[in-house]
């Protein structure tokens, strides 16, 4: 019985204890789990003339650490440590050092503020770091490159956040998270080189991660959605918590070091997925591929710039984007349409790049094709008359851009196709020529302007014109 007795007495306890870990919440659960977890450590070999004193001056958040490094390396003389030794250090008791993000290209609207600072124009050169808000207006285009030649491409009416640019002492770990507001980023990212290197897009309703890709990220803040559009690489896609009022609380981004395999939906090239506030992440669908531009060649010489795209199957939109560079980086145009025929107004001369894509009934953006294309605006005006008191016709033309060099070719012919033309002159080099001695008849014309410029040819051609002699 005294035997039994103690059997007893010695479960009791224990009961009880098992009895309260499973009453335990699952959160609480969760923490208890978490602490008893090891923290993360990286090491440290000492050189000739190292001390703990300078070690954690260097690399510590707070130097006073010194002592907590001592503790856990069992190191008695911290004045005087054997170089070569290699010492753990907890990676939470490292400096976080601030980052910047430089602007290499701002065109139109486009204004930046430090936290809840006022709003400032923006302008090429300047240093932004974490805490700053830039936002996009109508038409206003922006560029920043991070330390590691990272770009974040802004297009109009676009806001968002530097919320995290950080780097860690002695890892060298970078540390960058972006809050997008509204509208649109483009990313190029540099291919991650540490373990815990993050870079992420975060709207509302998800969070984006990469460890370097190409990939867009749009937010529509009135429907609550977000897409996501991965170029090259592969891009992690995580929800965010639902918030009571049903349009999605800020997404929380995962922890430095979590695999992209983790995320919920793990987005590879030429795919992209679209999620709704409070919604679990979308599923990838496969993006359009790239359009074909028509005529990519010609010359842009006419009042407007226009391009034409050739339909292609499942597209419901296009868009078109002008730059003056190959990458897009400094982009000074932006245009989506329901009709492949776009054009813009009001662009100086000289050679820019144009990216087109499709957007599918979705609202997904596919994959881009870009263009070089020239920019050489050229007038062209004509008028032809009977002249008075003759049977001669009188023809004339003028253009608004002097070059040397310059001839006309005049064609003259009674069908609009000019393919039998009655006359043919080349190599004119006044701005007229007369004709003598028409009969009676409907006639077709034309004159082209041919220029060589630079050691490149260029011509113009006016408008095939008519008119009727009945004399």
């Known amino acids: 019985m005294t035997g039994a007795r103690a059997v007893r007495a010695t479960a009791a306890p224990f009961l009880a204890f098992a009895l309260a870990f499973l009453a335990l919440p699952r959160g609480a659960e969760a923490r208890e789990g978490a602490a008893a977890q090891p923290p993360e450590m990286t090491t440290y070999v000492t050189r000739p003339g ?32 054997r170089p070569g030794t290699t010492l753990r250090v907890p990676v939470a008791l490292l400096r976080q050092d601030g980052l910047s993000a430089k602007v290499v290209a701002a065109n139109g609207p486009v204004q930046h503020a430090f936290r809840a600072g006022p709003l400032l124009p923006l302008t090429v050169g300047e240093s932004l770091v974490e805490g700053d808000r ?25 806001s968002l956040d530097l919320a995290t640019l950080r780097q860690t002492a002695l890892t060298g770990a970078t540390d960058r998270i972006v809050d997008l507001h509204h509208g649109e980023v483009n990313s190029e990212v540099t291919h991650a080189t540490k373990k815990d290197d993050r870079f992420q897009i975060r709207s509302p309703s998800v969070v984006a991660g990469v460890r370097g890709t190409q990939f867009r990220v749009s937010y529509d803040g009135d429907k609550g959605a977000t897409a996501v559009e991965v170029l090259d690489g592969a891009v992690g896609v995580d929800a965010g918590s639902p918030a009571r009022n049903g349009h999605g609380a800020r997404a929380q981004p995962p922890a430095p070091g979590t695999p992209l395999s983790a995320s919920e939906q793990l987005v590879a090239a030429q795919h992209g997925n679209l999620t709704l506030a409070g919604q679990p992440a979308g599923a990838p669908v496969t993006l359009l591929d790239a359009p074909e531009l028509l005529h990519p060649s010609r010359v842009q010489d006419d009042e407007d710039v226009a391009f034409e795209i050739a339909p292609s199957a499942g597209a419901s939109a296009w868009r078109v984007q002008i730059g003056r560079d190959a990458g897009l980086l400094d982009m000074i145009r932006d245009q989506r349409s329901a009709d492949p025929r776009v054009s813009f107004a009001n662009l100086d001369d000289g050679t820019y790049f144009v990216r087109i894509s499709a957007i599918d009934a979705r609202g997904l953006e596919g994959m881009p094709a870009s263009y070089a294309f020239e920019r050489r605006r050229v007038a062209l005006g004509t008028s032809a008359g009977p002249i008075e008191g003759s049977r001669d016709f009188a023809f004339r033309w003028f253009i608004d851009r002097n070059a040397p060099n310059t001839r006309f070719r005049f064609v003259l012919a009674t069908t609009s196709d000019l393919r039998a033309p009655l006359i043919d002159r080349t190599d004119i080099t006044a701005g007229d020529a007369v004709v003598r001695d028409l009969p009676k008849g409907v006639y077709y014309w034309t004159v082209i302007a041919e220029q060589f410029d630079n050691g490149h040819y260029y011509q113009k051609a006016s408008p095939v014109q008519s008119f009727r002699l009945d004399w």
């Open 50 to 81: 190292d001390s703990l004193y300078d070690i954690a001056t260097r690399y510590l958040r707070n130097p006073a650490d010194w002592k907590k490094l001592a503790s856990l390396n069992h190191v008695s003389e911290p004045r005087h440590l």
């Open 134 to 158: 830039v936002q996009t207006g109508h038409n206003g285009f922006a560029t920043l490159e991070l330390a590691d030649g990272s770009h974040i491409a802004l297009p109009p009416d676009t």
